[in-house]
């Protein structure tokens, strides 16, 4: 198992693609501490937290209560992780940075609460969570970034989510040359239309339509799985040339 013993953190991992995220990771050993914010997702959480522990691989998992909203989260995360996992030494392998929300809403219905929810969450928690994990990072460390295909293609009503994706990717790139001295690596994942509540709840059905009618590969939505996969590889050992860059899990949707 190439990441046995690595400590993972995956914010929003109660399910979807980040519980998908923890249980990859944890496929392959790691220790994963899974955030998540409403205790309407207590049950969801202990039932990833339970497939993890049924593995029998020598992986571990615990989980954080915590609103990504608020500017302490970070390091509330980490002191958890560290009380959570004695031996780690207080330090952090792998960070997957997953949580975030979404809204569609014409800019001209955009109110300024709508802004400073989805920025908070999508971009500041982010950018902190990797500020406040870099000095316990352990070479070669992992920093992963959850962006999505409209950081690059642009979709009615999603002018603030879209941006704050954008934004995403442009730290990525620039933390990836701040850090690569280090022996770090940073990268983005863009998914597709991939099966999630956030896909079924905000997405307009007629946009749904479109990605799948655009999609080559099979004109089928993504499973959270397969965006593990892609996750659990830019984890790997094997990934420490590859960095800086966005890959899309798209089916095709969307070529860089």
Not at 18 to 26: H, I, K
Not at 84 to 92: I, M, W
Not at 113 to 142: Q, W
């Amino acid at each position: 198992m190439s990441l046995s013993g690595k400590i993972a953190i995956v914010t929003g991992a109660s399910r979807g693609i980040g519980a998908s995220n923890a249980l990859e990771l944890a496929k392959q050993g790691a220790k994963v501490v899974l955030t998540y914010v409403s205790t309407s997702s207590d049950n969801a959480i202990n039932e990833v937290i339970q497939r993890i522990r049924s593995l029998n691989n020598g992986s571990e998992a615990t989980k954080v209560r915590i609103d990504l909203h608020q500017p302490s989260a970070p390091e509330t995360i980490l002191s958890a992780t560290f009380r959570a996992f004695p031996s780690s030494d207080n330090k952090v392998d792998i960070l997957v940075n997953n949580a975030g929300q979404t809204q569609c809403k014409l800019l001209a219905d955009t109110e300024i609460e709508d802004y400073t929810s989805m920025f908070d969450v999508n971009v500041r928690s982010t950018i902190f969570m990797a500020k406040a994990v870099l000095p316990y990072l352990r070479a070669p460390g992992r920093i992963i970034n959850i962006t999505s295909i409209v950081a690059r293609r642009g979709s009615v009503g999603f002018s603030i989510y879209s941006a704050t994706k954008a934004a995403v990717e442009g730290f990525t790139r620039a933390l990836a040359c701040e850090v690569g001295p280090y022996g770090h690596t940073v990268n983005a994942v863009a998914p597709g239309a991939v099966e999630s509540d956030m896909l079924r709840g905000s997405v307009p059905d007629e946009l749904v339509r479109y990605m799948l009618d655009n999609t080559p590969l099979g004109n089928r939505i993504g499973t959270p799985e397969e965006v593990a996969a892609v996750v659990a590889f830019l984890a790997d050992p094997k990934a420490g040339w590859l960095t800086g860059q966005t890959i899309c899990p798209s089916g095709g949707l969307d070529m860089i």
